[in-house]
């Protein structure tokens, strides 16, 4: 069987890089629903999408209070949804369309559904301990052109999507504005974090919910913040400086949920309590607003007595400061800095957090050595993607470069999308 994203890769030749097409919403939301009839043998009440996302710049800040420069993807999942008048709940994914997953809201507890139905049940259940008792069960089908595993948010995609939909058909009515959706986010991010066990911070929450076309979303993630205080859309017109942001997905298994994530935000905030401090943006502000930044973040890591703690603070400092230093030389037109505050990100992550596997490096190098201005990983490590910013028309060409250093070394064959700056979560059908 083959899986919703090998069916929307394109191919030209024998041996050449596949690329992942986005679906349209005409097709997403057919799909979708034609799951749905399929499944549970009636229509649906509607059909809602959210998009994957990839982050430009500001890995592992969010958790730690910090900067992220999210866009959406123009790749999403489709959710086909019918509300019940009870509290089971049944779900279906077109990754196992003969599968129909089921649970059952009443009395549930916190980890208490196995597998992919977590994210999903997990909405309705943190909706219904937020309060909002009207949540009941639904029946729900989904279609999605996000790659999995690849550390583009499918599993936000997913519980976004869910969040939205259940608004809709439960009149809850935070859908329709910014502020509103902060508890749809919420809804979401406690359904991966406390449902479904896979640590997340809200970035990529707040990307499939509030990006918008042509923009990238910065946010910040300090604590108490309005909704108008938390964001701010940058534009990010690739065509105006000629450049693509190219996507490739290395493949390298992306896993979470094993204890390396929890590991690094355990660290931090141990980090943050030694230094007396809430989290490490404080330390952050500190030492990015002193006369000499080194100097500042050089006595800040020697008040530390250990060296992974040492490295992972100085990775979340800097990586903060690369945020709004990217901004201004995008905005700027000052491409080469900008590519270099990729290649920082990167080192950093490897060097620092220690998040990046060979595929992640093996395909930043490379990238790289092939004339991208900058090429750095995205999203939480451990496999997933990289990007890589490169002149307009170029993208296959060093897609493939990519391809074939990853034959060499004996990887599987990575896969690549074109980025490009798309709209967040929305009704569709």
Known sequence: MTTPDQQHATQDAAGSIPFIDAMGDA?????????????????????????????????????NAGLCLPIALPHRTYIALKPREDTSVRVVSDVSPDKVAQADLDGLAAGGVDGWAAYPVGVAWALRE???????????????????GSG???????????????????????????????????????????MAGASTGGLDQNASMRCTPGHA???????????????????????????????????????LNDGQYAQRRATCEQAAAGLGVENLRVIADRVNAADDPEAALADVLGKLGDDVERRRVRHVVTEIGRVGQFVDAFAAGDIKRAGELFNASHDSLRDDYQVTVPELDVAVDT????????????????????IALVDKGRSREVAQKIADAFAVHGFHQPRALAAVASASAHRVD
């Open 27 to 63: 097709e997403g939301a057919a799909a979708a629903r034609e799951l749905f009839e399929q499944a549970y043998g009636e229509a649906p009440a509607g059909v809602w999408a959210a998009p994957g996302r990839v982050n430009l710049i500001g890995e592992h800040t969010d958790y």
């Open 130 to 148: 937020a309060g909002f008792g009207q949540v009941k069960g639904f029946d729900a089908a989904f279609a999605s052109c996000v790659p999995l």
């Open 152 to 194: 583009l948010s499918s599993s936000a995609a997913m519980t976004c999507s869910t969040a939205l939909a259940l608004d809709d058909v439960y009149g809850l009515g935070f859908g329709s504005s910014d502020a509103g959706r902060i508890t749809l986010i919420n809804a979401a991010i406690a359904a991966e974090n406390d």
């Open 367 to 386: 990238a790289r050595a092939n004339g991208a201005y900058g090429a750095r990983m995205t999203g939480g490590g451990f496999g997933g993607s990289i």
């Open 217 to 255: 979303l910065l946010l910040d993630c300090r604590p108490g913040l309005s909704a108008f205080e938390s964001v701010s859309q940058q534009a990010f017109d690739l065509d105006k400086y000629g450049l693509e942001l190219l996507v490739v997905d290395t493949r390298a298994p992306h896993q």
